[in-house]
């Protein structure tokens, strides 16, 4: 058996004839069950009349598109403000809670278990109503103080994760803390802990939608005007299937960033793998002759 093979069936055991008849089985009746199911929304969409022309005639007037545009805008801007925010705060506190002063490392550990338990919604409304905030700066604070938080953890957890042997020999080679920390083990650790960051990032792309709540006027706030203020039947259901694929093709770009930004790592001459040749026999003295025991 191959390396390569080992190390992928080292948590599972390749699975044999029955099984794998077994597994396309489940397969295509998941298959078989989806597609039912979505046919049968669809079904639904056509019985409620969800695709006349009355119900999607408002997408062509141009005030409509800006609004939808401008939404769009909206939700990106805070999105890209709260995601650096987060990074930079996630970075910070992981590394208070890294840290080796004992004050400091308390300190972050509250904070970052106080914003990780307080729900997003009760911080938003009580940066926006109690400290009396503006609509875009409360709703990235507190995306910014809970995916801070969470991330923080990711760096932790990605940090501990490098093997302990690395930092010792980084230390015994005079390095400062400082440096182990940007040269030997956050260059390791990135490779574990890009899922996890993008996941979050992820979260908070969606959670941007909370900003309707405090009227800041977002992409969901201005779906939501649309099929509130138009009198074509509350065309909500087609707002919803305007909305949704939205969402979920940005989310699914930062996906693909995430596994574009991962490959493009490995690629990189700083980690990817250089051959070393075998050690062979060779001469050990300039004579040519290796040296001897002397005798008896």
């Known amino acids: 058996m191959t390396v390569k093979a080992a190390a992928a069936t080292a948590l599972y055991d390749i699975p044999g004839p029955r099984a794998r008849r077994r597994h396309r089985l489940f397969g295509v009746l998941a298959t078989v069950v989806l597609l039912a199911l979505l046919g049968w ?19 062509e007037y141009k005030g409509i598109q800006e609004l939808l545009l401008r939404g769009l805008g909206n939700t990106l801007k805070a999105f890209l403000i709260a995601a650096v925010l987060s990074l930079a705060l996630g970075g910070l506190l992981a590394v208070g809670r890294l840290s080796e002063h004992g004050p400091v490392r308390w300190m972050s550990t509250l904070v970052v278990e106080f914003f990780r338990a307080m729900p997003l919604l009760v911080m938003i409304f009580f940066i926006f109503v109690a400290l009396k905030v503006q609509a875009l700066p409360a709703l990235v604070a507190g995306l910014t103080l809970y995916n801070g938080s969470v991330l923080a953890e990711v760096f932790r957890s990605g940090i501990n994760s490098v093997d302990r042997g690395q930092k010792e020999a980084a230390y015994a080679l005079g390095m400062r803390k400082t440096q182990v920390m940007a040269y030997v083990l956050v260059p390791q650790a990135v490779r574990a802990m890009l899922p996890a960051i993008i996941s979050q990032l992820v979260v908070a792309l969606k959670d941007t939608s909370l900003g309707f709540l405090i009227t800041y006027e977002e992409f969901l706030h201005a779906g939501k005007l649309i099929a509130s203020n138009l009198d074509y039947d509350l065309p909500f259901i087609p707002v919803v299937m305007v909305i949704s694929p939205i969402y979920i093709g940005m ?29 062979g026999a060779g001469t050990l003295l300039p004579g040519g002759v290796p040296p001897t025991a002397p005798g008896p």
């Open 41 to 59: 929304i669809v079904h639904l969409l056509f019985v409620t009349d969800q695709f006349t022309y009355t119900k999607w005639m408002p997408f």
């Open 251 to 279: 989310c699914m770009l930062l996906s693909r960033v995430a596994q574009w930004v991962s490959g493009w790592e490995r690629r990189s001459p700083k980690t990817e793998a250089v051959d070393i040749e075998t050690a």
